[in-house]
């Protein structure tokens, strides 16, 4: 019988296995509309630094992701997926750095098989994770202070993978009703914008999954 753990940032260096990183609010939504623009790929960085020295030393990149979802200083994008999939993007390889979805994935030091998840992508994932017929799943809820988007996320995964056929309504209103929704329901905050939730809320958006691979010491992520 499939074992289902759920972990987040501070504890998710212990998870192994099979391991979903989880955020739907926004960077591993962005990432897939990301990809449906053209991207390359996607190289997972944890600081400002690391991701501002990587485009200057990889040909054809550019920075996206936020510090307190604002775009830092430097980057050329922010963590949204309405201004990315605006972009065209072709042949691009983008570096991103965001303060919940990168660094669960830079932290899952041990997993085996790492893959980043989000409502968008959540048929194919599910669809992928069974062909391998593991013993376990780990879910990291990359969401501080509560925030209920990615429990959401992973809670709808798990009912797909038991074989159940979830109301997806009731999915995509704990996204509108979570605290990281507030600034996007906000109109006085133009940097979040409404449709985000759309977008992000989007299930089975894309038919690609987002598999995290380690190579030459970069955490590098490709829409397979």
């Known amino acids: 019988m499939l074992k289902f753990n759920y972990t987040d940032l501070e504890t998710c260096h212990e998870a192994t296995g099979v391991v979903l990183v989880i955020d739907v609010l926004r960077a591993f939504s962005t990432a897939a509309y990301a990809f449906s623009r ?92 069974s062909r391998l017929e593991p013993m376990e799943v780990t879910f990291v809820i990359t969401g501080i202070l509560n925030n209920d988007e990615d429990l959401a996320c992973a809670e709808y995964l798990e009912a797909l993978l038991k074989g159940q056929r979830p109301d997806t309504k009731r999915f995509v209103q704990r996204v509108y009703d979570s605290r990281d929704a507030l600034q996007h329901l906000d109109p006085a905050q133009p940097a979040f914008p409404l449709s985000d939730l759309d977008y992000c809320t989007r299930i089975d958006e894309f038919d690609f999954i987002l598999p995290i691979s380690r190579e030459d010491g970069k955490l590098i992520m490709r829409a397979t």
């Open 38 to 129: 053209g991207a390359k790929e996607i190289l997972l960085v944890s600081t400002v630094e690391e991701a501002l020295a990587l485009r200057s030393q990889v040909p054809n990149s550019k920075v996206m992701g936020e510090v307190g979802g604002l775009p830092p200083d430097g980057f050329d994008f922010g963590n949204s997926p309405a201004q990315i999939r605006e972009q065209d993007l072709t042949g691009l390889t983008l570096i991103q750095r965001t303060g919940a979805g990168t660094q669960g994935a830079v932290r899952s030091k041990k997993a085996d098989l790492l893959v980043a998840a989000s409502f968008v992508v959540a048929g194919p994932t599910v669809s992928y994770v």
